[in-house]
C-alpha cells in the first residue's frame, strides 16, 4: 500500500519538474546545488552535470540535472531539492512545492 503511494507521489513530482523545466533552468545553477543531490544521484551523473556545465553552461546543465532526478528512484529527491534550493536561497524553491 504504502509504497505505491510514495510512487503516485513521485510521478507527481516528476509532473511538476517536467512542467516547471523552463523555470528550472533559467534560475537553477547545478553547481551550487549539486553536491547536496549528490545522494538522490549516481556518481557519473553529478560528474556530467558538472562537466556539462563547464563545457556548454549553466542551463545545460540544469537540463541534465532534470533529466537525471526524472529518472532517480530515491524517493526522497523532491525534497534533498527543496532543502538544497532554500540553502541557497534559490527563487525556483517558491515554486517547487514539496509536502513536508
Request: with cysteine.
Amino acid at each position: 500500500g504504502s509504497h505505491m503511494k510514495k510512487i503516485e507521489k513521485l510521478e507527481e513530482y516528476r509532473l511538476l519538474l517536467k512542467r516547471l523545466q523552463p523555470e528550472f533552468k533559467t534560475r537553477i545553477i547545478p553547481t551550487d546545488i549539486i553536491s547536496d543531490l549528490s545522494e538522490c544521484l549516481i556518481n557519473q551523473e553529478c560528474e556530467e552535470i558538472l562537466q556539462i556545465c563547464s563545457t556548454k553552461g549553466m542551463m545545460a546543465g540544469a537540463e541534465k540535472l532534470v533529466e537525471c532526478l526524472l529518472r532517480s528512484d530515491k524517493e526522497n529527491w523532491p525534497k534533498e531539492l527543496k532543502l538544497a534550493l532554500e540553502k541557497e536561497r534559490n527563487k525556483f524553491s517558491e515554486l517547487w512545492i514539496v509536502e513536508k
